[in-house]
């Protein structure tokens, strides 16, 4: 399960993210304590949010470019700079009680276009600081256990210290753990790969991703569910302080609670990918996680009482994660090295850019039908995408036989008994 741990680079990078992935989480809650607590508006905490991941829909292809071309080690270091920046400003404008929901709405843009260089070059630089492939689908998984992990910590502490100090406090301790992860990627000792041919121009290599990725169905597949998803089930935690307060009848650390629950399911996921030897069987997973989420999000709607809100999380945070972490595994692995920034950047775009599509509609549909019927909507919503899907998997798997024997993931000889659980095969194979 630790096995990506053995190369230094990685594991100075899980280390320094793990550090500064607290003071994230600690953050994001309490950006959306303080936005309830100006406005007392659901469509106030969609908007935030809206602005903070929606540059990654028109910004991330750009991005992916981009992070072909740069040296993604030192674009890393500059990001990471920026938001720790970012952060601080947070710090000063809440601890100085001038701040307004006009400056969360700007910061949170200005930190979501950092976002998405930062995202797509993070995901990109996993290969070169895991050296050998077959590590590479562990790797992720203990990134995605790691994000997970830190989200049981940090929104636990940003209740306590919501509650005793101020979100201002949480804004500090985030810009201060940023120094970790920097530190860490300054030690390291990173090769740059070769570059075998010219760059073509901006637009035409925006073209050449979009080709490469949507010109094959499996692939488009991927991202297309991975888009509705995100879209209609990852916006309920924009709800949540909503739950927390009005449904729940609780307080910050209600709000943490609930946070925290969705990171126990998800962490579970994470650990149960890492433990996996291979990539095998994830198409299933793919296929039926959507549906898993959309019922807990079906059930919590319906809750009344936080010890069966918090479970029912739990179930929502195991699916939605399993299905992230599964479609960016197959992703990475299949991805051509020349093309992987783009890749990679269309992933960040159907995560983080539909997102903020799903925060401003269910913070709408919350201040219309209530945020139980916006749950709903949106648990019922998974279930239909997850039930679309279904049917054009028989079709995706047929595809999958040459790329994986090719990668000797999947043997010649056992090809015509294990593909049938496989689900793509990349644009060159078509």
């Given at each position: ?10 594991r ?9 992935l ?21 469509w ?7 602005a903070?991941q929606m540059?990654a829909f ?13 040296n ?9 700079t920026l ?6 400003a ?32 993070r995901q ?28 049981l910590?940090?929104?636990?502490l940003?209740?306590v210290?919501?509650a ?11 810009g ?7 530190a860490?990627?300054?030690a ?5 790969a ?13 073209r ?15 991202l297309?569910?991975l ?21 729940l009848?609780?307080g910050?650390?209600m709000?943490?609670?609930l ?7 998800a962490?579970?996921?994470a650990?149960?990918l890492?433990?996996r ?8 997973v ?23 809100s ?22 990475q ?10 890749v ?17 509609l ?11 019927a ?6 019922v919503?998974?279930?239909?995408a997850?039930?679309?899907?279904a049917?054009y ?20 000889a056992?090809?015509?008994v294990?593909?049938a ?7 060159e194979?078509?």
């Amino acid at each position: 399960m630790l096995r990506a741990l053995g190369h230094r680079n990685y594991r100075l990078y899980f280390i320094g993210q793990g550090v500064s992935l607290i003071g994230t989480w600690m953050q994001q809650v309490a950006a959306a304590w303080l936005v309830f607590e100006l406005t007392h508006s659901s469509w106030w905490l969609g908007v935030v949010n809206f602005a903070g991941q929606m540059p990654a829909f028109f910004v991330a292809p750009f991005a992916g470019v981009l992070v072909d071309r740069w040296n993604r080690h030192r674009l890393l270091i500059l990001t990471q700079t920026l938001m720790m920046l970012q952060a601080f400003a947070l710090a000063a404008l809440a601890l100085t009680h001038v701040i307004h929901v006009w400056h969360l709405l700007a910061l949170s843009a200005l930190l979501g276009l950092v976002n998405a260089f930062d995202m797509t070059g993070r995901q990109a630089f996993l290969t070169q600081i895991v050296a050998r492939r077959e590590d590479l689908a562990n790797a992720i998984a203990l990134n995605s256990s790691m994000v997970n992990g830190t989200r049981l910590v940090g929104p636990a502490l940003a209740g306590v210290v919501l509650a005793g100090a101020g979100a201002g406090v949480c804004f500090l301790v985030n810009g201060i753990s940023y120094l970790a992860v920097l530190a860490a990627l300054l030690a390291m000792c990173v090769t740059q790969a070769e570059r075998k041919a010219p760059h073509p121009p901006l637009v035409q290599g925006l073209r050449e991703g979009f080709a490469y990725a949507f010109g094959f169905p499996p692939i488009r597949a991927l991202l297309l569910l991975l888009a509705a998803a995100s879209l209609m089930g990852f916006s309920y935690a924009v709800l949540l302080p909503v739950f927390a307060t009005d449904v729940l009848h609780g307080g910050a650390r209600m709000l943490g609670v609930l946070t925290a629950a969705s990171g126990v399911g998800a962490l579970l996921a994470a650990m149960w990918l890492a433990a996996r030897k291979t990539v095998l069987g994830l198409g299933r997973v793919i296929a039926v996680a959507p549906a898993a989420a959309g019922l807990g999000l079906i059930a919590f709607s319906f809750s009344q009482w936080w010890w069966l809100s918090a479970p029912l999380l739990s179930v929502t945070g195991f699916a939605l994660m399993a299905q992230m972490a599964s479609s960016n595994t197959i992703l990475q692995t299949i991805v051509d090295e020349d093309k992987r920034g783009r890749v990679m950047s269309l992933y960040t775009m159907a995560f983080l850019g539909m997102s903020p599509l799903g925060s401003l509609l269910i913070g709408w549909l919350a201040d219309v039908l209530g945020a139980p019927a916006a749950l709903l909507i949106s648990g019922v919503s998974c279930v239909l995408a997850s039930l679309a899907f279904a049917p054009y998997l028989p079709s995706l798997r047929a595809r999958v036989r040459p790329i994986y024997t090719r990668l000797g993931i999947l043997p010649q000889a056992a090809a015509g008994v294990q593909a049938a659980t496989e689900l793509t095969t990349p644009p060159e194979e078509e």
